[in-house]
């Protein structure tokens, strides 16, 4: 059962254009949610979180927000870089919680095209 | 400070053998998880260790397990290799306390089972 789904495996942008990457989870007890970045031969590396508690979170280019009420959350990247060309993983946790652990989707391949 | 640092990077078995996978975590970090990534499966969470003990398991067989040292050094074995087990094996650490979830990665080991 997977509790956290990225349905879209590939995303495709051209540079300068907003990226945007989606999110869901099943398990209305997630408190933490977070995104990580992957690129080829490299383990993953956080980006960004959000609390339960807000809806939005903003760091430079990156901005996550949350809709709990439909258990979605999502990524945008503005402009969009071609260094930003990677694997992008979505991740909840519950730590404390009856999960207690990280739990990632299946990551999104996003292409930044020059 | 160093990162969490992955051994060895790459490796070749065949089915039946056993593997041990080795990982030293970020300076002062009690908690270690370990993690498979597989395409189109994301990263499958294997087992968390703290403080020499398991505090969470994911759904995998028995075949896989891992132990933590006083040092806060985790290693993980797969016992009678399956092709299926042919994944990158990503080890993360934390400080193990709070529940924010941030994780730190290695950059994996990669096995390849023939």
């Not at chain 2, 397990?65 to 990158?88: H, K």
């Not at chain 2, 306390?97 to 080991?109: K, M, Q, R, V």
Request: glycine residues 10%; positive net charge.
């Amino acid at each position: 059962d997977q509790q956290v789904k990225q349905n879209s495996p590939s995303l495709s942008v051209q540079e300068g254009r907003i990226s945007i990457l989606n999110c869901d989870y099943t398990n209305s007890m997630f408190d933490y949610f977070l995104w990580y970045k992957k690129y080829p031969a490299e383990g993953p590396t956080f980006l960004i979180s959000i609390s339960s508690i807000k809806d939005k979170n903003e760091d430079g280019r990156f901005t996550v927000f949350l809709n709990k009420s439909a258990k979605h959350l999502s990524l945008h990247i503005v402009p969009s870089q071609p260094g930003d060309s990677a694997v992008y993983f979505c991740a909840a946790s519950d730590y404390g919680g009856a999960t207690n652990k990280l739990i990632f989707g299946t990551g999104t391949l996003l292409a930044v095209q020059p | 400070k160093a990162g969490v640092t992955q051994t060895p990077r790459y490796l070749i078995k065949t089915r039946g053998q056993q593997v041990t996978l080795s990982c030293s975590p970020i300076s002062g970090h009690r908690s270690v998880s370990w993690y498979q990534q597989t395409p189109g499966q994301g990263l499958q969470f294997l087992f968390e260790y703290f403080s020499e003990t398991q505090r969470n398991k994911g759904n995998f067989p028995g075949r896989f397990s891992g132990r933590q040292f006083s040092n806060s050094r985790s290693e993980m074995n797969v016992s009678t290799l399956e092709l299926g087990d042919s994944a990158l094996y990503l080890c993360a650490s934390r400080s193990g306390t709070g529940n924010t979830g941030e994780l730190f990665f290695g950059e994996g080991s990669r096995l390849t089972v023939l």
